[in-house]
């Protein structure tokens, strides 16, 4: 048996065998370990975790026979076999938002839902939730549209222009993001964020260029903590030829696009062809292995690249 540290995963090899330990597994963290795995030239993997065993459980099951993943949870000095967590449920949005949707879609703004919560983009990029302002915290109870980049931007924009209006504060938002974030921009830091969410975007106004009838978008499994971080999107829709097909879009997350990808499938459209979809700098070797090592009888799965809006 030869150990071996990996930054915060250790790892010992035996035989056929990857024995890993990680202290917090992601769908990244479980994609390198695959990866590390298929590289050593080994047919198991037997990954040991403190964190995220069920959900790296569900993650595992969608991936065929070599190398074979088993996921055991850390319980003290031992361990037992990770039980499968299920698939996140996905929230309906508050009652009587409808007003504000349209309002928000009449500025040209995507409107989707997440996590049971409205949210407005520009080009992949959040620019505005509608939100209830609780009535334990001195608010009216009522739903309202809050501007801004991303939660710390929202509460900014609270805090110094608190006089005003929704609208006012909603346009002055626009014409900063919309100054900086377009068609062929690059270099301003606007630019950098939600690349995969941009990339969906895109794509939504032009289904064709990844294969598509139809395209609209659809929560992810895994959901950004903030528009600082990077985490692929998601859409369904219709092939040319009429077909289901999920299409998953990722920019600079090439472990984590697989698993993910097919936790999103197995959420929409069980069964559906999954197309990847990545710009093509990011048409990588570890995404196509990954790729490879889905299982097939859950669904076909595609890879393919997209000139990004931005500029390389």
């Known amino acids: 048996m030869q150990p071996r540290p990996l930054g915060v995963t250790s790892t010992a090899l035996a035989d056929d065998t ?7 597994v992601s769908p990244a963290s479980l994609g390198a370990a695959m990866l590390h795995t298929l590289r ?5 993997l037997v990954l040991f975790v403190d964190e995220g065993g069920p959900v790296a459980a569900r993650l595992a099951g969608f991936f065929s026979a070599e190398p074979a993943i088993e996921i055991r949870s850390v319980v003290g000095a031992s361990s037992a076999p990770a039980q499968r967590e299920p698939p996140p449920v996905v929230l309906p949005g508050p009652d ?8 928000l879609a009449d500025r040209g703004l995507e409107v989707l839902l997440e996590e049971g919560v409205w949210r407005a983009e520009l080009l992949g990029l959040e620019v505005a939730r509608i939100v209830r302002w609780p009535e334990e915290t001195g608010g009216d109870g009522e739903l ?11 509460d900014a924009t609270a805090a110094m222009h608190g006089g005003e209006s929704a609208a006012e504060a909603l346009d002055r938002v626009l014409s900063v993001v919309s100054a900086q974030r377009y068609e062929g921009a ?3 830091p606007l630019c950098r964020l939600a690349r995969s969410r941009w990339l969906r975007s895109s794509a939504m106004v032009h289904p064709g260029s990844v294969g598509a009838d139809s395209l609209s978008p659809i929560e992810s499994t895994f959901v950004a903590d903030s528009v600082r971080e990077e985490r692929p999107a998601a859409a369904l829709g219709t092939t040319t030829d009429g077909e289901a097909v999920v299409t998953v879009f990722g920019a600079g997350v090439p472990l984590e696009l697989v698993p993910i990808g097919l936790d999103v499938r197995e959420l929409h459209a069980p069964g559906a062809l999954l197309r990847l979809v990545v710009p093509p700098r ?8 990954l790729a490879r090592a889905a299982e097939p009888a859950l669904g076909e799965v595609e890879l393919v690249d997209l000139d990004p809006p931005w500029a390389s």
Not at 18 to 24: F, P, V
Not at 282 to 289: H, I, K, N, P
Request: glycine share 12%; with cysteine.
């Open 96 to 103: 009587a938002a409808a007003p504000l949707i349209g309002e």
């Open 144 to 154: 309202h549209i809050e501007a801004g980049v991303g939660r710390f931007d929202r």
């Open 40 to 44: 050593s030239g080994c047919r198991r």
């Open 282 to 289: 990011d048409q990588l070797t570890v995404t196509e292995q």
């Open 186 to 188: 690059a270099g301003h």
């Open 18 to 24: 990857n024995y890993m330990l990680q202290e917090q």
